[in-house]
């Protein structure tokens, strides 16, 4: 089994991590979520030189596990090139990664629940949130091959989803805001400051799901009207027989108009690869796989 995959294996694992796949899974069929922004990402410099992760408990051994999860993502962060993670090099810093760290917080994922017998302050779930040295984070680029990326577009996501009979415009309010935290999270990990459309600017612009396989130009005006640079235009549509989603997208940026592919995923899955490849693309770091 590659490097690469076991980390992907290690990130994976964890009831709580399950549990919040499920959740999130349930919100596309129709349950209420809080409206994110109209914008989101990281563009506040120092954000970038933050991440978070998923522990269970406050306890040292949990955190040095988290450091170099968090750290592997601040790279990819700063740099915006999502082919760090098998980069033979990387495994060198991740077991430094403790040096880098300049501070460390924690959220409570279930703050205001009651903490039970059998499930006591120990193995609790926690964000644990890490703040890295800019300057150490920058030399350890350099050392391999890449630097930060500065200039960061904002970028419109318009999303079609599909599944079954029903199809829409994913939006950041009304009826269809469905999974729209989940990517405000995902572009935030990746550092890429996104525009989700609310159900008023659909109307304005009379935006339809048919209308995401049209004229690419038209849907980067679009965006413009929307306070964004570019579109990132995207359908997500499940396939029964894979229990799963099969994810496309397009982005125009470059001098070139770029298009990937990603299938039997969650949507969160989908929404870190639209992410990383929107990333990968407008660092100048080639096309995603």
Known sequence: MSRSRDRCLKRSRGWWQALIANVCGAMFMG????????????????????????????????????????????????????????DPHLESLEARARTFVVSF???????????????????????????????????????LGLMPWTRRPRVAMLLGMKQAAASYVLTRDGD??????????????????????????????????????????????????????????GQLIWVEQELGWAGSWSLAASGGLHHWHIRGVTFDEAFRNAAGGSAQILSGHGDPK
């Not at 209420?32 to 040292?60: F, H």
């Open 105 to 143: 917080d924690y959220h409570d994922r279930m703050a205001g629940l009651p903490t039970h017998d059998e499930q006591g302050t120990r193995d609790r779930p926690y964000d644990l949130i890490v703040h890295f040295d800019r300057d150490k984070i920058d030399a350890a680029l350099r050392s």
């Open 31 to 86: 349950l209420a979520v809080a409206p994110t922004p109209s914008s989101a990402g990281s563009e506040n410099s120092d954000d970038l030189y933050q991440a978070r992760t998923i522990v269970t408990g406050q306890g040292e051994e949990n955190r040095l596990r988290g450091f170099p999860v968090c750290f592997e993502d601040v790279l990819i962060k700063v740099s915006g090139d999502p082919r760090l993670i098998s």
């Open 176 to 233: 269809h805001a469905g999974p729209s935290d989940s990517l405000a999270a995902a572009a935030d990990r990746r550092g890429v400051p996104i525009v989700i459309p609310s159900t008023r600017d659909l109307l304005t612009h009379g935006l339809t799901f048919e209308d995401l396989l049209g004229d690419m130009a038209r849907l980067d005006g679009i965006a413009r009207a929307l306070g964004a640079d570019l579109a990132l235009v």
